[in-house]
């Protein structure tokens, strides 16, 4: 079952602040986020395990919820270099470090001057 | 360190035609993915290889075959391409604990 993203876009100026959801109908092992700039590939953002804790990557931060099967991507003091579609992965633990991500259909950000 | 290069980069097939999209990793993952891209989308699993030597479907198999030749090499076949098949194609590795590392894509139209 694909993740669901919200929101679909989001246009912000720089130093704003936004929130990317991801949520899920299935129980949550893992989420996974990315970030993918146009015609290029995806590039890892950071992964979130099972056990509800936050991580952080500069600005962009990141919480997961396993009860309500939610994550969240925090974009804070946003910068133009933030633009992108961000994708959200999930998916168990299938051994041998592989998962079989899902990904959601993606939230395109945009920021400007 | 090359990462993970996929070949070639763009291709064009005519309907029924063959070919077979290459992807090799450098960086001595166990795991390896392939994934098509489609507008709207969002990536879609094809087949995946947890380790060498084996392989499973994922989301949307029909229509493709793999190989997974060593630890490095995983290539994935299109038998008899249709024109549905256009879309961008991402090869990935990964490690434990760690995200993917996909490739460039390859970009594969189909007429």
Request: with cysteine; aromatic share 10%; hydrophobic share 30%.
């Amino acid at each position: 079952q694909q993740p669901v993203q919200s929101p679909q876009a989001v246009i912000l100026r720089e130093g704003e602040d936004a929130v990317i959801n991801c949520s899920s109908s299935k129980a949550l092992y893992s989420v996974h986020w990315y970030r993918q700039k146009h015609g290029e590939a995806p590039v890892f953002l950071m992964i979130l395990l099972k056990g509800g804790e936050q991580k952080g990557h500069e600005k962009i931060s990141a919480s997961f919820n396993e009860k309500k099967q939610q994550s969240s991507l925090y974009l804070t003091a946003s910068q133009l270099s933030y633009s992108g579609t961000y994708f959200c992965g999930t998916g168990p633990y299938s051994g041998a470090g592989s998962y079989q991500l899902t990904f959601g259909k993606g939230t395109k950000l945009s920021v400007i001057p | 360190n090359a990462g993970v290069t996929q070949t070639p980069k763009f291709q064009v097939l005519k309907t029924g035609q063959s070919m077979t999209l290459q992807c090799a990793q450098d960086m001595n993952h166990n795991s390896m993915y392939w994934y098509r891209q489609d507008p709207g989308m969002g990536l879609r699993l094809i087949y995946y290889s947890a380790s060498e030597g084996t392989t499973d479907k994922g989301e949307v198999p029909n229509g493709y075959n793999v190989s997974r030749l060593n630890k490095r090499e995983f290539s994935l076949r299109l038998e008899s391409a249709a024109p549905s098949q256009t879309s961008v194609y991402f090869c990935a590795s990964k490690v434990s604990a760690e995200g993917y590392t996909f490739g460039s894509g390859t970009r594969l139209t189909v007429v």
